[in-house]
C-alpha cells in the first residue's frame, strides 16, 4: 500500500492537514454539481497541471460515482483545449489502464 503524499504536512502540520481536508470534504459534498462531474472538472485540471497521479485517481472517483469512460474522455478534450497538449500526454499516461 502506498503512503498518502500528505502524510508528511499531516505530521508536520496537522492544522494545515485539517484545513486541506475540510476544503476537500466542501468541495466534493454532494451538493450542486453531481459528484462525478466534479471530479471530472479537477481531473482536468489536474491534466492541465501535469498531475498524473491526481488524473488516475480522480477519473478512477469519477466513474465510481458514475461517470462513463467517454465523459472522462471529454473532459480531457477540455483540457486539451484549454491547456494544450500537454495535459493530453499527461491524461494518457494516466489513463492507459482506465479507458
Known sequence: MTDDPLDTIKEADSELFG??????????SEEG?????????AMALDA????????????????????TKKEVMQA??????????????TAANALKDIV
Open 19 to 28: 484545513l486541506i481536508g475540510q476544503s476537500g470534504e466542501l468541495t466534493f
Open 76 to 89: 480531457v478534450r477540455i483540457a486539451n483545449y484549454i491547456s494544450g497538449i500537454g495535459s493530453v500526454y
Open 48 to 67: 492541465s497541471e501535469g498531475a498524473e497521479n491526481g488524473v488516475r485517481n480522480l477519473a478512477t472517483q469519477a466513474i465510481n460515482n458514475g461517470a
Open 33 to 41: 454539481i453531481p459528484l462525478q462531474y466534479k471530479f471530472l472538472i
